[in-house]
């Protein structure tokens, strides 16, 4: 009996492991293109992408933000390199202002790189002021 339970055990674990590997696959799958997206400053294709990961997934935007890298830099930088304004104000309003206030991976916030890059005159850095 007792070797029975085990074994249920051991093959509940497994299947629970596998299926966060395989949702973890999805997601990213999911999003694989949103950088293109992003630079095309294609706002209507990345509405549809962020609501397709809310229902299939159940993440917002703030959750799989900082895990999106875009040959390095974060969604609204690329916006911004890429004068995506559409998509970059989208980014900006439904990123939580505390979110866009705080450093990113390379340590700098939002408002300090686009200073550093002289993109100050940008309607998305305009939009990032006023959320901050």
């Known amino acids: 009996m007792l070797k029975i339970v085990k074994t249920s055990l051991v093959i509940a674990a497994s299947t629970l492991a596998f299926s966060n590997t395989a949702q973890a696959d999805d997601v990213n799958e999911a999003l694989a293109n949103i950088c293109t997206i992003v630079q095309a400053d294609d706002k209507g294709e990345l509405r549809k992408k962020m609501r397709r990961v809310q229902s299939d997934f159940k993440l917002k935007l703030r959750d799989y933000y900082s895990g999106v890298s875009c040959g390095g830099q974060s ?54 002021n006023e959320r901050i």
């Open 75 to 128: 969604l609204i930088r690329t916006a911004l390199t890429n004068n995506a304004v559409e998509v970059g104000t989208l980014l900006v309003k439904k990123m939580p202002s505390k979110d866009l206030s705080e450093p990113e991976s390379d340590g700098k916030t939002l408002q300090a790189w686009i200073a550093e890059q002289g993109l100050q005159s940008s309607p998305i850095s305009a939009e990032l």
